[in-house]
């Protein structure tokens, strides 16, 4: 087959070897030299102008007969294809998956038992509730779905960036979605979670209560899709030669670790920059920091999960880490952008049925109905069952061969007469076709069930409590003290009293101080507890399920923003610059106007973005280097004012040389240890820059 991976028209600018032609009507074409570069209709003719439609007379009506024209612009309009239901906002990558340990004692799969193989991967990650042309930085939860393109047959772990779900059953998932999305007579909000319809599903849906907190947590508003966690999230099964089985969940940990935004940064973000960690993941794997996450597994036996007092097969549910440990066996790297966003990140589909022998799914009922919609879902979006042959979908580590033929957009042309299994057309000299293989083919494990046909929840599910218990108390006062305020935030974009009061009598289960802290904000009285379908316990606290203090402080992958004027010195700028490049950031110049500022000596240096465009929630850590004359400019100016105040504000470390301390009193600036002069040295500035100054948060912040 012709790869297809670029056209001509695209790689080649014609500009190149075409020369410019006059046309007929004065105007300029661009024309091409070779029949390679030859701009054609999609069936091949060759095109002589792309600039004008065929027409009765220069100044006369279109005519019909226009087949250039009317190709293009039917092509252009049917250009979209139904964005997915959910998680329709998201940003792909290639990169390649490497086993570091072999799981050859519970699992046949050859991707886990393969120590040193590179599997290649495709990664889509995305937000849930907003639409394609949503912003990146909602409060939400973030896909983590993985294509694997394993050596026998795509294996898809379609994740979360969070552990838990919203609901324990499949059936209850299009109400959950139609809460959350804009509401149904209205048509807003876009992306927000901060309105009466899905707290009204909360409230009256006691299980959603952990993935609450969850969700309420920073978890939720990431600083980059480069340093979130992924989970499985499901409970699914791997099978041994011995057609033994053992629980699995999976995770994946960020080798950048896990770094939030501020709440009052997010918003601003969306605003500044709707496509943050679109670019950011863009950008970052452009200038070839890839970024890398260690790919890990807990593994219980039947009788290790029958022993923990809640049920594995429901999925708002946490097995704590200080249970059952992560085991890491592999790394994902992601090195390669996709070449084009439609045909790869809009067109991949992700289907949790795609799974290799040696793994195998659950009894998780919100699994099972998994299982069916994505399938389905691909139909109404791609509109083929052939979706699969699209390349970003194809099995590319093995050939995929049956006797399937047929439907829309078929592109194999399947030789021979063997359209069926069995046929005995091979023992005539004629390609009989392929034949099953019962020994490393797909096998499910044989789940004893035997019980009666109910629509029932099982008791085992029934405690809708102690694992957000678990979470909220697991925290820092910091991660407390911002999901008290979420929540607050959260209720208090919500109309109707009534959801509320029912949201606040649950927390009352969850933590009484919690619902007080919540009850404070709102400056409403607490109700009376809701009760429970079955009591709470508490549990040990487990610290792994905390943000702050999990991962080492670094700088390594971040941003920092250096404000410049007219006069600064060029020196401090430069040592600035190379400090933070070689603490793995990257630094950008900002300065009034883009052209760039004349330095002290005399020296244009160029800046990479104006500071209008570059407000400081765009950075980790801002510096300001100004001349005495330059910081006078920049008092009479909003936006330097605002660049120093927000990050301020948003426990950013600051550092700047004397010259702009005017700036930072206007800016409301106290210094602290996050502030730091840069004209003698760089090290306080770097330490502080590799955190959050979460010491200053309640000076300039009435957190509930
Ligand atoms: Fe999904 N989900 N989901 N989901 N999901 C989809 O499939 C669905 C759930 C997740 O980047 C859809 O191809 C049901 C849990 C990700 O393309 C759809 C239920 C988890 C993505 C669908 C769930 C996820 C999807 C929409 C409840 C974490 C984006 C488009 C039973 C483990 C994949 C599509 C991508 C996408 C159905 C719950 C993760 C409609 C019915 C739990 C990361 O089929």
């Known amino acids: 087959m012709a790869d297809r991976k670029t056209s001509p028209t695209t790689k080649k600018s014609a500009t190149k070897k075409g020369a410019s032609i006059i046309g007929t009507g004065g105007e300029v074409h661009q024309a091409s030299s070779t029949a390679e570069e030859r701009l054609t209709t999609n069936h091949g003719v060759p095109v002589s102008d792309n600039q004008n439609s065929l027409r009765g007379g220069r100044r006369g009506p279109t005519l019909l007969e226009d087949f250039v024209l009317r190709e293009k612009i039917q092509h252009f309009d049917h250009e979209r294809i139904p964005e997915r239901i959910v998680h329709a906002r998201g940003s792909g990558a290639h990169g390649y998956f490497e086993l570091t340990d072999s799981l050859a004692k519970f699992s046949r799969a050859r991707i886990l038992t393969e120590v040193g193989a590179r599997t290649e991967v495709f990664v889509r990650f995305s937000t849930v ?8 930085t909602p409060r939400d939860v973030r896909g983590f779905a993985v294509k694997f393109y394993s050596k026998e047959g795509n294996w898809d772990l379609v994740g979360n960036n969070i552990p838990v779900f919203f609901i324990q059953d499949a059936i209850k998932f299009p109400d959950l979605i139609h809460s959350v999305k804009m509401e149904a007579d209205r048509g807003y909000p876009q992306a927000a979670s901060a309105h009466d319809t899905f707290w009204d599903f909360v409230g009256l849906m006691p299980e959603s209560t952990h993935m609450i907190m969850w969700v309420m947590s920073d978890r939720a508003i990431p600083r980059s899709l480069r340093m979130i966690e992924g989970f499985g999230v499901n409970t699914f099964r791997l099978l041994n030669d011995k057609g033994e089985a053992t629980f699995v969940k999976f995770h994946w940990r960020p080798k950048l670790g896990t770094q939030s935004t501020c709440w009052d940064e997010a918003v601003k973000i969306a605003g500044a920059d709707p496509d943050y960690h679109r670019r950011d993941l863009y950008d970052a794997i452009a200038a070839g920091n890839f970024p890398e996450w260690e790919f890990g597994v807990q593994l219980l036996s039947q009788k290790q999960a029958d022993a923990l007092p809640f049920d594995i097969l429901d999925a708002t549910k946490v097995i704590p880490e200080e249970l059952v440990p992560i085991r890491v066996i592999g790394r994902m790297v992601l090195d390669r952008n996709p070449d084009n966003f439609f045909a790869e990140t809009e067109q991949v589909a992700f289907l949790p049925t795609n799974i290799p022998p040696g793994i195998d799914v659950s009894e998780d009922p919100l699994l099972q109905g998994r299982l069916f919609s994505y399938q389905d879902t691909q139909l109404s979006r791609l509109g083929t069952v052939n979706f699969h042959q699209i390349p970003v979908n ?6 995929f061969q049956n006797f399937q033929r047929d439907g829309h957009m078929q592109t194999e042309a399947f030789s021979g007469r063997a359209n069926y299994e069995p046929n005995s057309l091979a023992d005539t000299g004629e390609a009989g076709g392929p034949r099953e293989d019962p020994k490393g083919g797909f096998r499910s494990f044989a789940v004893p069930l035997g019980d009666t046909k109910v629509r029932l929840r099982s008791e085992t599910f029934a405690d809708h409590y102690s694992h957000a218990r ?6 820092t006062e910091i991660e407390q003290a911002h999901l008290a305020s979420a929540i607050v935030f959260e209720l208090s974009k919500v109309a109707l009293d009534h959801i509320r009061a029912r949201v606040l009598a649950n927390l009352r289960n969850v933590d009484e101080t919690l619902a007080s802290r919540v009850a404070a ?5 607490l109700p009376s507890a809701s009760s429970p379908a079955a009591e709470p316990r508490d549990m040990d606290a487990s610290p792994a399920l905390r943000i702050v ?7 390594a992958g971040r941003a920092v923003g250096i404000l410049v004027t007219d006069g600064a010195d060029g020196a401090v700028v430069a040592k600035t610059v190379s400090s933070v490049e070689a603490a793995g950031a990257t630094a ?5 106007k883009v052209g760039g500022v004349t330095l002290k000596n005399g020296k244009l240096l160029k800046a990479d973005m104006q500071l209008a465009g570059a407000p400081s929630v765009l950075f980790d850590a801002v ?3 100004v001349s005495k004359d330059g910081c006078e400019q920049l008092l009479k100016e909003a936006a330097a004012v605002d660049f120093c105040r927000d990050a301020f504000g948003h426990l950013k470390a600051m550092g700047h040389t004397p010259e702009g301390q005017p700036l930072l009193d206007k800016a409301g600036v106290v210094p602290d240890a996050g502030v730091a002069d840069i004209s003698k040295g760089h090290d306080a500035f770097l330490k502080a820059a590799s955190t959050r100054q979460w010491a200053r948060e309640p000076t300039i912040r009435n957190l509930a």
């Open 129 to 136: 509730a907003g639409g394609a042309g949503s912003v990146d």
């Open 394 to 399: 194809r099995a590319k580590g093995c050939p």
């Open 470 to 475: 678990l979470f909220y108390r697991s925290q």
């Open 521 to 525: 904000g709102l400056s409403v009285e």
């Open 549 to 555: 203090g999990k991962y080492p402080d670094t700088l």
């Open 588 to 592: 950008k110049l900002i300065a009034p």
């Open 623 to 625: 510096a300001l280097i």
